[in-house]
């Protein structure tokens, strides 16, 4: 048999990068990053080589699985299909619609399946109870969005190409590859604005790999950003630098923002912040009076107790010092497969608050509720509880905070279904498990990532190798379970038939449609518009050139305006304001405040059964700053026992001045170590201890609702210390 060489795009993480992967004899032989891609132009990183180990893995699940007394068994798909369709029809006739809960997870936004036929099924069970890693992650990105801009979906990215100045709040690309900034080789990018003479400065609790590569770094305390951005604001107002610029016709709320900004001195925050008054006036200076600046912000600002407010304040700064929606600042994308204007057309801008969490009454956003919420509403009795659960692409018992209880719970559900490729901490609670087609094994686009993108592009990615007789595509087994869904009253018979015709479509059809429907018309391509087969025909993707300015056309407020002072967000300020100016300080010499980190060579809780990412030393440590860990008489590698509100585990310290005094940090997606799970690598080799064993689920965003990760209270103690006492 000869070689080939497939081309195709990455799908582990939101960089989309293009590989070269060589086939020969219906095996991988070698994966490179393809030179030819015009936009990652050969970017590469760890995790796209252990693609082979994933796809080879013989954990990997290839039929599904049901769980018997004697473990888990392998059964026919008819059965397993019969088996979910009917549990999931009886617990809905017999309790309602809202006991069945989902819970979505990131690789969703990595898959067309599950985002074309996912998303008609999932969300059309006609519960409340949806819950994703959305609340988990950019959730607040999403609202600030919504209110201020006017719809969910208008995420805007650094320009990178062309900025002078990038100003990272809580972001870490050079280990995350950059995160609603989908840019393959993000770090050279940052490299080039060195190189044209520009800045990257970067405010983190931690020196991170980036900031070591930035021009400056600024420690903050974990969940402060807003206060820092609040003084950036204020000094940019009161020395008269305030350029809104092209945008200014459009604004409305510029006088509520700049009175708000005025009670914010940076004398007045510094102390909460960690940063003094002279470097808060220098950066808001620095920012002001470079032309073309991006102020950029990801997980670090999202996931916090004020996420709302710092996602809200980020696209202020921007917009205040005309940086929103010009050449290298923050600009929109015109994707070709456009869906902002067209949910706005049909009235679909993003929903916030239309209704509660039955428990603690935590906020609706999108549609689905935060899944802080889900364990309680799975324990406690009442209409409305969540009796069954179907997972996808979701491991929340590592992801979520306080995931023990969430795990506890998860075992009183009268039924659970996981779509996974892997029996692991989460899955292994379902009573059946459908696992669908992985990676190379489906077509692939990036319907999502496209959106989020450095530059416009297009690019689609053939399936490497047929799915396997035994096995089923995510759109397959979505379109199944809706078939046997029983439809409930005669209008639902007519729904049901029409979602199902429209799941009769795969995937490549229903992108087809969406292309043509797309912006890309005449206008680009000569005539011929962007089709699938155009696709197809450019291998190693399209390009389709630079962002351009959006605005106004797509502001979706009916005004028509960017609305600079939310209410919501003005009446969220006076929490921020007694939280962190009302005196109250955590006590260094006691506690300390944990954060989490990413790492290369794992994507969130998943990778770990990829021998090649996971060799060498053990990676799961908490690093510590030099005082707080001599404070505590411990030397480097002590073995140490850290204990929150919620729980308690024992790992290894790393004595680092990377991090900041009082900051501990400790990375996710390790604790394989739960009986039941089928990781025969990770549990070897990658055992650790999950982060969410700490992390607490009362602590949300109390606006938005969205967890709080961002600075968990923790003692920290030598664990042989401890068995003395
Ligand atoms: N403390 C703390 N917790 C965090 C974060 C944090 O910063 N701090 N970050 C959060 C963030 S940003 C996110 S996005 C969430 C992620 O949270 P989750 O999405 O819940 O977690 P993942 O680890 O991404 O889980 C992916 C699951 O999908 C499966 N999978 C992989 N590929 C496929 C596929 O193609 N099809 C199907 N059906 N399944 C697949 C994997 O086996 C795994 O079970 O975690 C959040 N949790
Ligand atoms: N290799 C790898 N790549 C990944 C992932 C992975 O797990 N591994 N996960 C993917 C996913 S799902 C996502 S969402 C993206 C996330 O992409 P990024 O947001 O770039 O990822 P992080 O590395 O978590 O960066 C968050 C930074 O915020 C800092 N931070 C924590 N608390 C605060 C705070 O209160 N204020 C400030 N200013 N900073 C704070 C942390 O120290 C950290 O450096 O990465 C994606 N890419
Ligand atoms: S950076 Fe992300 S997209 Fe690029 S190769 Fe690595 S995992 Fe894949
Ligand atoms: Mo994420």
Redesign the pocket.
């Known amino acids: 048999m000869t070689a080939a060489t497939h081309f195709r795009t990455c799908h582990l993480c939101e960089a989309m990068c293009g590989l070269a992967i060589d086939v020969e004899a219906g095996a991988i032989t070698s994966i490179r990053g393809d030179a030819a891609d015009p936009f990652s132009k050969g970017h590469l990183c760890p995790k796209a080589v252990a693609l082979k180990d994933l796809h080879e893995d013989p954990d990997r699940l290839k039929r599904p699985l049901r769980r018997t007394a004697a473990g888990f068994v392998e059964i026919g798909w008819d059965e397993a299909f019969d088996e979910v369709g009917r549990r999931l029809s009886e617990i809905r006739a017999a309790h309602g619609d809202d006991a069945l809960g989902v ?1 979505q ?3 969703t936004a ?2 067309l399946g ?1 985002l074309l036929h996912g998303q008609i099924v999932l969300r059309t069970l006609g519960t409340r109870n949806l819950f994703s ?1 959305t609340s ?3 959730l607040p990105h999403m609202l600030a969005s919504l209110l201020v801009l006017g719809h969910q979906a208008m995420l805007p990215v650094p320009d990178l190409d062309r900025t002078e100045l990038l100003v990272i709040f809580g972001a870490n690309p050079a280990v995350s590859n950059g995160s609603i900034m989908t840019a393959g080789g993000a770090m050279r990018r940052l490299g080039e604005i060195r190189a044209r003479g520009g800045r990257v400065i970067v405010l983190d609790p931690r020196r991170t790999e980036t900031a070591a590569r930035a021009d400056e770094h600024h420690f903050v305390v974990p969940g402060t950003d807003a206060l820092v951005m609040l003084a950036l604001l204020h000094v940019i107002f009161a020395d008269g630098l305030a350029r809104p610029g092209r945008l200014a016709p459009h604004l409305r709320g510029l006088g509520p923002l700049r009175a708000l900004a005025a009670r914010f001195a940076p004398e007045r925050v510094a102390e909460a912040c960690g940063m003094s008054a002279g470097a808060l006036r220098a950066l808001a200076r620095t920012i002001a009076s470079t032309p073309r600046a991006a102020i950029y912000g990801r ?1 670090g600002v999202s ?1 916090q107790t004020f996420g709302a407010l710092s996602c809200w304040l980020l696209l202020a700064l921007n917009v205040v010092t005309g940086n929103l929606d010009e050449p290298g600042g923050m600009m929109f994308t015109r994707p070709a497969v456009d869906l902002v204007p067209n949910a706005a057309r049909a009235g679909l801008r993003g929903t916030f608050g239309r209704f509660r969490s039955r428990v603690r009454g935590l906020p609706e956003f999108g549609g689905e509720l935060p899944v802080a919420a889900l364990a309680e509403e799975i324990e406690v009795p009442g209409d409305g509880r969540v009796r069954a659960l179907i997972t ?5 018992v ?4 306080n995931g023990p209880r969430l795990s506890r719970a998860l075992d009183r559900l009268d039924f659970m279904v996981a ?4 029996l ?1 901490e ?2 292994r609670h379902a009573h059946v498990i459908l696992p ?1 087609t ?2 190379v094994e489906h077509e692939h686009y990036d319907v999502l990532l496209h959106a989020v993108a450095v530059r416009n592009g297009a690019k689609w990615s053939e399936a490497l190798f047929a799915r396997g007789e035994h096995q089923r595509h ?1 759109w397959e087994i979505f379109r199944e379970l809706h078939r046997r869904l029983r439809p409930r009253g005669a209008l639902e018979h007519v729904t049901h038939a029409a979602r199902q015709a429209l799941l009769a479509l795969p995937p490549a059809r229903m992108l087809d449609g969406a292309l043509r429907l797309g912006p890309y018309g005449d206008r680009y391509l000569g005539g011929a518009r962007l089709s699938l087969a155009r696709l197809r025909a450019a291998p190693h993707g399209l390009d389709l050139g630079p962002l351009e300015p959006a605005l106004p056309e797509r502001l979706y407020a009916d005004d028509r305006r960017i609305d600079l002072a939310p209410s919501l967000m003005l009446a969220d300020v006076a929490r921020l304001e007694s939280t962190l100016l009302g005196g109250a300080r955590v006590n260094p010499a006691r506690e300390l405040r944990l954060i ?1 980190r ?1 790492q290369l060579r794992n ?4 990778m770990h059964n990829a021998p090649r990412l996971v060799k060498g030393r053990d990676r799961c440590t908490l690093q510590i700053h030099p005082d707080d860990a001599r404070a505590r008489g411990l030397a480097d590698g002590a073995r140490v026992r850290v204990t929150s509100a919620k729980g308690a585990i024992e790992v290894p310290i790393e004595v680092d001045d990377a991090m900041m005094r009082g900051v501990v940090s400790l990375p ?2 390790f604790g394989h170590d739960r009986d039941g799970a089928r990781l025969q690598v990770a549990a070897t080799h990658a055992k650790g201890a999950s ?2 064993d700490l ?1 607490d689920e009362e602590r949300v965003d109390a606006l938005s609702g969205v ?1 709080d ?1 961002a600075g968990v209270a923790v003692t920290v103690q030598n664990v042989e210390a401890r068995a003395a006492e």
């Open positions: 819970y997870g990131n690789p990595h898959n599950t890693a988990v992650d950019q997980v996931l996808s692409c979701g491991n929340p590592l992801s979520t905070p779509i996974d490729v892997y692991n989460t899955t669908p992985f990676g995510d989490g990413r994507n969130n809780r998943w996710h997606g982060l969410n992390t967890a990760f």
